[in-house]
């Protein structure tokens, strides 16, 4: 059993809001007086939750407790040995089937009892996927999720809803996403690329005309360091040379060489 700490108590949020309106030091060891303040304190914060969670309850696509409420506005029994998810799927079944049942509608509906994303497409609305029907009291319904959908289900479900006149194609996509971002830092961790060019003679600048601008050995480089991937930087160079003895120290070149990197 753990060693009660009394430094550590009262627990509740409100009881330590109400010690802070005595004395310090006044109830430090105290542990009678401490208890007193944790057991008002309970009590405010389950009132305060009430409270702050009531805005929730008075929709059925976020109640928990206020989910009786709801159901005995719609004459459903109250179920509280299912979960939330179960009596809100029975919730939309009775509160939406009285609505005028448009594609829009439909999507809904579907898409509260299934837990899958929705798209019905017809003759007037070919949907993100372009759907062109063969006829026009054909309309299709695809579902969207990771998981396998229970397509009898579903086929119940748009019997219910749809128009007598009129019958449906279901599709079942899944779409996974794979997440390469590491696999591609750790194959590249140890390859560098470098490029160079003139900046101006991609333009089909003449040199000699450059330098009556005062304008000598101006190019841009790009380099990818790989200390992260796509980390990228801009180095650029203006009057660049090497004291590699290709050049005269003369007085004829300007000792005003700059290179500057920026990371993009």
């Given amino acids: 059993m753990a060693e009660f700490n009394l430094q550590d108590f009262p627990t509740s949020e409100s009881a330590k809001r109400q010690l802070g309106y005595v004395s310090d030091g006044f109830y430090e060891t105290s542990y009678v007086g401490k ?9 405010y914060d389950t009132a305060r939750q009430i409270v ?15 989910l009786k409420y709801h159901e005995l506005k719609w004459q459903l029994p109250v179920r ?3 979960s939330y998810e179960e009596r809100r799927r029975l919730i939309f079944q009775k509160r939406d089937l009285k609505s005028p049942m448009t594609p829009y509608r439909m999507e809904q509906y579907i898409c509260n009892m299934t837990g899958f994303k929705t798209i019905v497409s017809d003759i ?8 062109v029907p063969k006829h026009p ?11 396998t959908i229970d397509v009898k289900t579903v086929r119940e479900i748009i019997n219910g809803l749809k128009q007598s006149h009129t019958t449906f194609i279901i599709s079942d996509r899944i779409i996974i996403v794979a997440d390469h971002r590491g696999m591609e830092k ?3 961790a140890r390859i560098n690329m470098q490029m160079c060019f003139p900046f101006f003679h991609r333009h089909g600048a003449d040199e000699e005309v450059l ?12 380099r990818v360091k790989n200390k992260e991937a796509f980390d990228v ?4 160079r203006k009057n660049y040379w090497t004291l590699d003895g290709s050049v005269c120290l003369d007085g004829s070149r300007k000792l005003n060489a700059k290179i500057t990197e920026e990371g993009l």
């Fill in 233 to 236: 930087s801009l180095i650029s």
């Fill in 80 to 82: 509280e040995s299912l």
């Fill in 186 to 188: 750790a194959a590249l």
């Fill in 137 to 147: 009291n054909i309309f299709k319904v695809t579902l969207i999720g990771v998981e």
């Fill in 35 to 43: 208890w007193m303040f944790q057991v008002m304190g309970q009590e």
């Fill in 52 to 66: 702050e969670e009531l805005p929730a309850q008075m929709f059925p696509e976020t109640a928990t407790w206020g």
């Fill in 124 to 131: 007037q609305d070919a949907g993100e996927y372009e759907f």
């Fill in 211 to 222: 330098q009556k601008f005062g304008i000598k050995n101006l190019f841009h480089g790009c």
